[in-house]
Nanobody, 124 residues
Framework: QVQLVESGGGLVQTGGSLRLSCAAS????????MGWFRRAPRKEREFVAA?????????SATDSVKGRFTMSRDNAKNTVYLQMNSLKPEDTAVYYC????????????????WGQGTQVTVSS
C-alpha cells in the first residue's frame, strides 16, 4: 500500500516557476515508477511525466512540457518532485501524483495509486 500527498501548487504568473512535491508513505515506495498527471478544466486527464524506480531513473515527459518541466525522485525521502519552469496559462490544472508498476503503464494512465491533487494556476 502506498499513500501519496502532493504539495507546492499555487498561483504564478506566466514565465514563473513552481516545484511540486509528492510525499509517499508505504514501505514499497521504491518498487514503483512514479508519475505526474494533470487535469485542466473541461479537459481529460493528461500524462505529464514519469520516472523509473531508481534515484537516477530514466524519465519520460509529454511533448508539451519537455524542456520546461523536470521530474526527479529522492527515494531516501520517499518523495518525487516536478520542477516546472517557464509556466504558461495552458499549464493551469490540478496536478496529481501517481504510482505504477512501470513508466510505460503510467504513460497510458494505468496507476496503482493516486494522490488527491494540487492546484496550479498560471495567470497571463
Amino acid at each position: 500500500q502506498v499513500q501519496l500527498v502532493e504539495s507546492g501548487g499555487g498561483l504564478v504568473q506566466t514565465g514563473g516557476s513552481l516545484r511540486l512535491s509528492c510525499a509517499a508513505s508505504g514501505r514499497s515506495f521504491g518498487n514503483y515508477a512514479m508519475g505526474w498527471f494533470r487535469r485542466a478544466p473541461r479537459k481529460e486527464r493528461e500524462f505529464v511525466a514519469a520516472i523509473t524506480w531508481g534515484s537516477g531513473g530514466i524519465t519520460s515527459a509529454t511533448d508539451s512540457v519537455k524542456g520546461r518541466f523536470t521530474m526527479s525522485r529522492d527515494n531516501a525521502k520517499n518523495t518525487v518532485y516536478l520542477q516546472m519552469n517557464s509556466l504558461k496559462p495552458e499549464d493551469t490544472a490540478v496536478y496529481y501524483c501517481a504510482a505504477g508498476t512501470t513508466v510505460r503503464a503510467l504513460q497510458v494512465g494505468n496507476a496503482d495509486y493516486w494522490g488527491q491533487g494540487t492546484q496550479v494556476t498560471v495567470s497571463s
